[in-house]
């Protein structure tokens, strides 16, 4: 598939320029010029240009980038080329399976390198008995408040307010809520990011069992 090129007006502002924005989302996930290019039906020059801000696609190459990329057009426009905001309270509700505790995303679901989950776990809630891994490469938690027992096969370290730990997430663990007087507020931080989680309103998952499915 071909498509021509438009050449971008030097003197558009730089809300007109998306192609900064379009290689941050590129990046964030991971892929390659290459990859996108492919499967959004453009050449890798095409591409670069356009991540450039040197060339502008037809309104249907950017669309076809934007379904390559699993993000809305209208994002290109709306979210600051430095960053995107996760609005406190608005924090995607996620299931990474588990019992008796609530967990959010706090980076955006199309960020591939990094992902932080806050997790609000119940007295004795937790990952259940049976350990689980996950296909990354570090692990970082904090506790905001309460105290997390983190289990390992040889030993168990506990985990009060303000503590952290960093670990691979590829060695069998589990975590469970160690204060009874109320939840335990937990920050995770996984790199890279996993799999996307489905809806929270599916009881009885287990962590271990999500995990063994993004591994399949």
């Given at each position: 598939?071909?498509?021509?090129?438009?050449?971008?007006?030097p003197?558009?502002t730089d809300?007109?320029?998306?192609g900064?924005?379009?290689?941050a989302?590129?990046?964030?996930?991971?892929r390659?010029?290459?990859?996108?290019?492919?499967a959004?039906?453009l050449t890798?020059?095409f591409?670069s240009?356009?991540e450039?801000d040197?060339a502008?696609?037809?309104?249907?190459?950017?669309?076809?980038?934007c379904?390559?990329?699993?993000v809305?057009?209208s994002s290109l426009?709306e979210?600051d080329?430095?960053?995107?905001?996760?609005?406190?309270?608005?924090y995607?509700?996620?299931?990474f399976?588990?019992q008796?505790l609530?967990?959010?995303l706090l980076?955006?679901?199309a960020?591939?390198r990094?992902?932080?989950?806050?997790?609000e776990?119940q007295p004795g809630?937790?990952s259940g008995?049976?350990?689980?891994?996950l296909?990354?490469?570090?692990?970082f938690v904090?506790?905001?408040?309460?105290a997390?027992d983190?289990?390992?096969?040889?030993r168990?370290?506990r985990l009060?307010?303000?503590d952290?730990?960093?670990?691979?997430p590829?060695?069998?663990?589990t975590f469970?809520?160690a204060?009874?007087d109320g939840?335990?507020?937990?920050?995770w931080?996984i790199?890279?990011?996993?799999a996307?989680a489905g809806?929270?309103?599916?009881?009885?998952?287990s962590?271990?069992?999500?995990a063994?499915?993004?591994?399949?």
């Amino acid at each position: 598939m071909t498509a021509s090129v438009v050449r971008a007006d030097p003197t558009a502002t730089d809300t007109a320029k998306i192609g900064q924005r379009l290689k941050a989302v590129r990046r964030a996930q991971r892929r390659t010029l290459e990859e996108v290019a492919e499967a959004s039906g453009l050449t890798k020059g095409f591409l670069s240009k356009i991540e450039r801000d040197l060339a502008s696609a037809s309104v249907a190459a950017l669309l076809r980038i934007c379904a390559t990329l699993n993000v809305p057009l209208s994002s290109l426009f709306e979210n600051d080329s430095t960053g995107e905001v996760v609005r406190n309270g608005s924090y995607p509700r996620i299931d990474f399976g588990g019992q008796d505790l609530a967990e959010y995303l706090l980076t955006p679901p199309a960020e591939r390198r990094v992902q932080v989950i806050m997790s609000e776990v119940q007295p004795g809630g937790g990952s259940g008995n049976e350990g689980y891994s996950l296909p990354a490469e570090v692990e970082f938690v904090y506790v905001v408040s309460g105290a997390l027992d983190l289990g390992f096969a040889e030993r168990t370290i506990r985990l009060g307010a303000g503590d952290a730990f960093t670990f691979d997430p590829s060695t069998p663990h589990t975590f469970r809520a160690a204060d009874v007087d109320g939840p335990t507020t937990v920050m995770w931080v996984i790199c890279p990011a996993l799999a996307a989680a489905g809806s929270a309103d599916r009881p009885g998952n287990s962590r271990a069992a999500y995990a063994a499915r993004l591994v399949v």
